[in-house]
């Protein structure tokens, strides 16, 4: 095998699309049952198609020429973020109050979501590039020309070249790294995962009510358990729905769920009227329940956005022959969509530099 690609999302899956179009033998590992990471989609039960995003939404393409360039390749459209009319101020004063709240500049949505992203990397790679469930626990060099990877099952793997496309600290706390210094270890515990503590909810609606009233979808909000939502609904209103950050702490959310539930529905009425108590469908999703994306690290620090980390982050490893590459690795964005791209599509060029050596 030239490359082993561990961790098969965003990443991963830019590094191995681009070192499979240059020719090479690529292999990717996930330890999830799962292709996309942080990337998810709610899916229709009927037909699979993606109904709402429970990672990641926005992209910048305006600004992050990667993103730009990524959708063009894959040929994805998106979308603008409905913001018309007033969001819903709650818990800033004695009653909630409607206001317009401006939208962010160059901040579009991709149709079908980030997961159509992932859906078009995993269709030019091909299935049987990807292996799921199978978690790396070591990797370690076996000769001048060989490395190896350990899975959890025990088996082994040979490869010429390795990209680790998993979160730094997980890989930190989880992965064997025999070669690693202490001062990559140590810059690797120090890079929180972004987002990696957050929850979203999706409420599914048969219309989106809250426009007929004037209403963005927008709530900014101090009390209740989502702390800001948005109007997430198809590009033609169709299937209507608002997502919303939860603020409750994960201990929390986790003991509570059907007292969470029922806090999100009431918050929601609360701001868009009683209709929005009887949503279709309330689903939840807890990235800081995911070992494979959150550390204990992250659960007792939530982080702010990731400024730019160390250059040891970006190096290359064992000669060449090993290199990170996930979103936080990125000079570009890193944390975002945008870095994610950056990240596989850096590792998997400096590889091809140097896949004859
Ligand atoms: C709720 C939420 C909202 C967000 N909103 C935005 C947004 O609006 N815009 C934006 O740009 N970004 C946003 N982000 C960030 C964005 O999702 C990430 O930057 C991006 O998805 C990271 O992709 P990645 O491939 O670098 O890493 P990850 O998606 O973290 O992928 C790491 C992969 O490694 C796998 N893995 C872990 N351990 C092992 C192991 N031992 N062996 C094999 N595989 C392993 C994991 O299962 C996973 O598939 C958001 C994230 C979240 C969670």
């Not at 600290?169 to 989880?174: D, H, N, P, S």
Request: charged share 20%; aromatic share 6%; proline share 7%.
């Amino acid at each position: 095998m030239d490359v082993v690609v561990i961790g098969a999302s965003l990443s991963g899956l830019t590094a191995a699309a681009t070192l499979l179009k240059a020719g090479a033998d690529v292999q990717l590992l996930e330890a999830d049952t799962y292709i996309g990471g942080r990337i998810r989609a709610l899916r229709d039960p009927i037909g699979n198609r993606a109904l709402a995003d429970l990672g990641p939404t926005w992209v910048w393409p305006k600004y992050q020429p990667v993103v730009a360039q990524w959708l063009e390749t894959l040929g994805l459209q998106t979308l603008e973020q409905f913001n018309d009319g007033d969001a819903v101020i709650l818990g800033f004063g004695p009653a909630p109050v409607r206001q317009p709240l401006p939208g962010q500049e160059g901040m579009v949505r991709i149709v079908g979501g980030p997961s159509a992203l992932i859906d078009a990397l995993v269709n030019r790679i091909g299935h049987d590039n990807i292996r799921k469930s199978a978690p790396v626990v070591e990797v370690s060099e076996k000769g001048p020309e060989q490395l190896a990877v350990r899975l959890g099952s025990g088996e082994a793997i040979t490869a010429r070249k390795i990209v680790l496309s998993i979160p730094l600290r997980v890989a930190a706390e989880t992965v064997e790294l025999p070669w690693a210094t202490t001062a990559l270890i140590d810059a690797m515990r120090k890079t929180p995962t972004w987002m990696s503590t957050h929850a979203k909810a999706i409420a599914l609606y048969e219309r989106p009510f809250w426009r007929e009233a004037g209403l963005s979808g927008r709530i900014a909000s101090r009390s209740g358990p989502l702390v800001e939502a948005h109007d997430h609904s198809g590009p033609d209103g169709s299937p209507a729905a608002i997502f919303g950050f939860v603020g409750w702490p994960p201990d929390i959310r986790r003991r509570d769920t059907d007292g969470l539930k029922e806090a999100i529905l009431n918050q929601l009425a609360e701001c868009f009227g009683p209709e929005a108590a009887h949503a279709m469908d309330l689903t939840g999703h807890d990235w800081a329940a995911n070992p494979n994306i959150v550390t204990d690290l992250d659960l007792s620090a939530p982080a702010n956005h990731p400024d730019v980390g160390p250059a040891i982050l970006r190096q290359a490893y064992l000669g060449g022959r090993v290199r990170f590459a996930v979103s936080e690795t990125s000079e570009a964005s890193p944390g975002l969509i945008e870095g994610a791209l950056a990240a596989g599509e850096k590792a998997a060029k400096d590889i091809l530099a140097r896949i004859g050596d």
